[in-house]
């Protein structure tokens, strides 16, 4: 975890069976998972591992729209991120942004847009792999790598067609 990072104002958060959750002034509780993927997307020979990244929020009351796109929540995510990958080198961290609800522009511009951009730079390096629409809902993925992850193209490549087979 870099210095600058973690130095930033962020929440306090716990481990779980499947990543990490933390709870926001609000009360909202918000997890970040990561699912080994690997067995589904097998499509490099070289042992490269994949995981699946899913960020949850678990609304305190369901009827009251809270912002949880706060700097807190942003800064004790992308810490999350870096932990992740500090743990677990050479693992790529494979991301669908939900489109169940139509938000999923929406949550490209505040996770790619402006979370990434201006802050998880020093984190990983995350590729914008090519969108699909499937039955009217527009899937938004990315591949998001170590800093020291060599050789991309080859991945890349490989997951493009992994997602046009897929969802294509």
Not at 33 to 57: C, M, P, V, W
Not at 100 to 129: P, Q
Not at 149 to 168: H, R
Request: aromatic letters at 14%; one cysteine or more.
């Amino acid at each position: 975890m870099t210095q600058k990072l973690s130095s930033l104002n962020h929440y306090s958060w716990q481990a779980n069976e499947f990543g990490y959750e933390f709870e926001t002034e609000s009360g909202n509780r918000i997890s970040v998972l990561f699912f080994d993927s690997t067995d589904q997307i097998k499509i490099i020979a070289d042992g490269t591992r994949f995981y699946s990244l899913s960020i949850e929020n678990q609304w305190k009351n369901a009827h009251r729209k809270v912002n949880e796109s706060d700097e807190k929540t942003r800064n004790t995510i992308l810490l999350i991120l870096s932990e992740f990958f500090d743990k677990n080198d050479g693992v790529l961290l494979f991301v669908v942004l939900d489109s169940v609800d139509g938000k999923e522009r929406a949550r490209e511009r505040l996770f790619f847009g402006t979370w990434y951009k201006n802050f998880g730079t020093s984190v990983c390096d995350m590729v914008a792999l090519p969108a699909v629409d499937l039955e009217g809902i527009r899937i938004i993925s990315y591949l998001m790598f170590p800093k020291n992850f060599l050789n991309k193209k080859p991945v890349l490549d490989a997951m493009e067609a992994y997602i046009q087979e897929s969802f294509g």
